[in-house]
């Protein structure tokens, strides 16, 4: 079986949290490089750095904002019959000029890339999952579990002026930029109540994922060998030397690879299997009354 993703209900937000703003440029930036490099999931593309500066301007930014607001709408449209849309562009002035600014990083980033190491997209946006096999507490019976999701971007750097080639996983986040959020302990990514360690056990579970259905194509020039995770905090200046966007377990940058395979599988698996026997999940303190997943914990929500 799959472990369904529960979300919070959409609602209409008057500021955007970092998640809404994060579905904005994924959108955006998916819209740019479908529309001005022609990435449509179909192959590998490469990306030219005057691609990605001619496509980097004001005007395209804005009207990939605006092709952002039109898909979001009609994605809530298609979960709520009979609904109005919930994101209104003119009500988000300054929202916008943020989301612009983050768009404007990553593609900042990108011509980087495309110009000094060489950048092919080879997916963007698109639902990838493994499947992993978990022993059942106390049984002989194990038990199948999908693991997986939506990865923002699948790329290949390197290439140019002698640079190595390595394929990565490249996620962006909306929040604010921290060191610690780059890094982990294996020990920690084992342990559910550890939530700063999400981002690292997220983007392992990604290049798991990626690893896997690589190399379970059969021709060889397609298998993947390398793969990088990185995350893009898209407030930052990415193309700043000192801003890390390669993450880290143990202090090691971690790249997948095959001779880390087997290891890197087992702390997976590990992962996994302690979220299926998990009986007892750690609880909110306090419960808002507006909280949507009160009918499933059964706790009563404080008045306030």
């Known amino acids: 079986g799959r472990m ?6 959409d609602e209409p937000e008057t500021i955007f949290s970092n998640r809404t703003l994060g579905l904005f440029v994924h959108e955006a930036v998916h819209y740019l490089y479908e529309k001005h490099c022609g990435c449509r999931n179909k192959g590998e593309v490469v990306i030219h750095p005057n691609q990605v500066e001619q496509m980097n301007t004001s005007a395209n930014r804005t009207e990939a904002l605006q092709v952002a607001y039109e898909r979001l ?14 994101y209104h562009i003119e009500e988000h002035a300054l929202e916008n000029r943020v989301i612009d600014t983050y768009i404007e990083h990553v593609l900042a980033r990108d011509r980087y890339d495309a110009e000094h190491r060489g950048l092919t997209i080879l997916l963007l946006e698109q639902q990838q999952y493994a499947t992993i096999h978990v022993p059942l507490q106390n049984s002989d019976e194990t038990v199948a579990v999908s693991i997986g999701g939506r990865l923002d971007r699948m790329d290949r750097i390197g290439g140019i002026s002698g640079t190595p080639q390595v394929t990565r996983i490249v996620d962006y986040k909306c929040g604010k930029y921290n060191e610690k959020k780059m890094s982990a302990k294996s020990d920690d990514l084992l342990k559910a109540e550890k939530q700063d360690t ?10 798991h994922v990626a690893y896997v259905q690589g190399n379970q194509k059969s021709d060889i020039r397609n298998q993947i060998s390398d793969i990088e995770p990185h995350l893009y905090f898209t407030a930052q200046d990415l193309t700043d030397e000192r801003t890390m966007t390669r ?16 290891q890197f599988t087992a702390l997976v ?7 299926v026997s998990e009986r007892e999940f750690a609880q909110c303190e306090t419960c808002s009354p507006y909280c949507p997943f009160l009918h499933l914990c059964g706790r009563k929500a404080q008045k306030f």
């Open 247 to 262: 993450v880290s377990i143990d202090k090691t940058p971690i790249t997948y690879d095959n001779s880390n395979h087997e």
């Open 269 to 275: 698996k590990k992962m996994v299997e302690n979220i």
């Open 73 to 86: 709408n009609a994605l809530y449209l298609s979960k709520h019959e009979g609904a109005e849309p919930i």
């Open 4 to 9: 369904l993703g529960l979300w919070d209900e």
């Open 198 to 207: 999400d981002y690292v056990r997220q983007t392992l579970l990604y290049s």
